[in-house]
């Protein structure tokens, strides 16, 4: 019934541009539309986004070519860039509003939300403005946000009470967990499930952040040696720390993060640090593993220092996003307003953000199903946050923060330190 009603929902929302769509824009009233998404194969919302654009290709007639991804990493990210460096660029994008887009806005790629709207002034006008995502590179807007996110802890409570731990709460601190993991470790479990390898992004912004403030969380370092250089340095080492205890899985720098994050649902490792979008995988999943899903539960990251365990990372980093190109072609800067409106409605917008945070005017609207364990740990995990910050790495230049993400592993391992990685880091940023 769900699915039914959203794509009725979105037919009804879509029929008023369905009706125009046959102007001299596009002569045969249909069009085809590339559109590049985050919704890889291994994401809880794909579902919720292929209902979307099968019920707009219903009420439209056009076509979405959906580019499908197997997963998103810092890879993802550098072959969408250099596809528009070739000239292959989509139609419509779903992208990462910060460093990671400062190329494309450079370059004239996009199109802000001010110019669509001389020509389509409600384009929209269903979200808060101060919500949506703001480039780091001219301080405009280009991207209508489906939903926030937050990045927090997920808990097997199978594992934990196997080994006689508490459930952490809101007063979690970085020896609590230290000590945690060791006994979890000698029980013979595997701590943290996480890939260094494709994933260590979490532990980084976590890391960094237990060694700054919710301040210095959106300050880069301008070199190893100054303040916040020191607290990303110091960050990087307490990763190193973890890894020298144990308490990642033995093949962390080998292994991918589709395979560690089964060893949580396998009952093989107590945390998994991810982000919202990881609620419907685990919901998924656990439903065809034939695992209970109230097994799992979220909770905040572990403090130390200032921080607060309830100061969080999240808010708002990505959305839809109008190429120029096809803003350029006569037939399709329509379908691609049509398209984007479709995709960000109160009703589609709502499918994706229930668990999470949202730029709704209105607000989500309630599902009405019953809800899991894991969701309701979430809702109560994001009412409970203090403070929220966006990621560090945004502000990062791409390339510079693949280069200090895939030095990780080496810094883990004692083939290079965090300074030295760090140092070559900023050098990419110059």
């Known amino acids: 019934m769900k699915k039914l009603y959203l794509a009725m929902a979105v037919i009804i929302a879509f029929s008023s541009l369905a009706g125009c769509s046959k102007t001299e824009n596009i002569p045969d009233g249909k069009v085809e539309l590339t559109v590049v998404t985050p919704f890889s194969i291994s994401d809880g919302n794909r579902m919720n986004f292929v209902n979307a654009y099968k019920a707009y290709e219903e009420a439209s007639g056009n076509t979405i070519i959906d580019v499908e991804t197997s997963g998103v990493d810092e890879g993802w990210k550098l072959n969408v860039l250099e596809d528009f460096r070739n000239g292959n660029e989509p139609d419509v994008i779903n992208f990462y509003i910060g460093a990671d887009a400062d190329e494309l806005i450079k370059n004239n790629k996009l199109v802000s939300i001010s110019d669509i709207r001389k020509e389509f002034p409600d384009y929209a006008s269903n979200m808060k403005e101060s919500l949506m995502p703001v480039s780091t590179y001219d301080g405009r807007q280009y991207a209508v946000a489906v939903m926030g ?75 190893t040696g100054d303040e916040i250089g020191q607290k990303w340095i110091a960050g990087l080492n307490d990763i190193k720390r973890l890894y020298e205890e144990g308490f990642f899985p033995e093949n962390t720098n080998e292994v991918n993060d589709d395979i560690t994050s089964l060893m ?54 990505m959305g839809y996003c109008i190429t120029k190109k096809a803003w350029d072609d006569p037939a399709k ?23 999470t945070v949202t730029a709704l005017k209105n607000g989500v609207i309630p599902s009405g199903k019953e809800l899991d364990m894991l969701a309701v740990s979430t809702i109560a995990m994001t009412k409970g946050c203090t403070a929220m910050v966006p990621a560090t790495q945004d502000l990062l230049k791409p390339a510079a923060r693949e280069a200090l993400f895939m030095d990780i592993s080496n810094i883990v391992t004692g083939k290079t330190t965090a300074e030295k990685s760090l140092e070559d880091c900023l050098a990419m940023m110059q």
């Not at 230290?178 to 499930?193: E, F, H, V």
């Not at 685990?282 to 607060?308: C, E, H, L």
């Open 149 to 223: 996110y937050w990045e927090g802890l997920f808990v097997n409570k199978k594992v934990l009470e196997d080994c006689g731990i508490a459930i952490p709460g809101a007063d979690y601190t970085w020896d609590q967990f230290l000590a945690d993991c060791r006994i979890i470790r000698d029980k013979g479990y595997t701590p943290i499930a996480c890939s260094l390898e494709q994933i260590p992004h979490y532990w980084f912004e976590y890391c960094v952040f237990n060694n700054g403030t919710v301040a210095s969380h959106t300050k880069i370092p301008a070199d």
């Open 264 to 317: 949580i649902l396998e009952d093989k490792a107590a945390f998994l640090l991810d982000g919202s979008w990881k609620v419907g995988w685990f919901q998924d999943n656990a439903k065809d593993m034939g695992v209970d899903i109230d097994n799992f539960t979220v909770t905040y990251f572990p403090s130390k220092g200032i921080r607060k365990p309830t100061d969080a990372i999240g808010g708002f980093s």
């Open 333 to 355: 800067r329509k379908a691609c307003v049509d398209f984007v409106t479709a995709m960000t409605t109160d009703e589609v917008t709502s499918t994706f953000g229930e668990l």
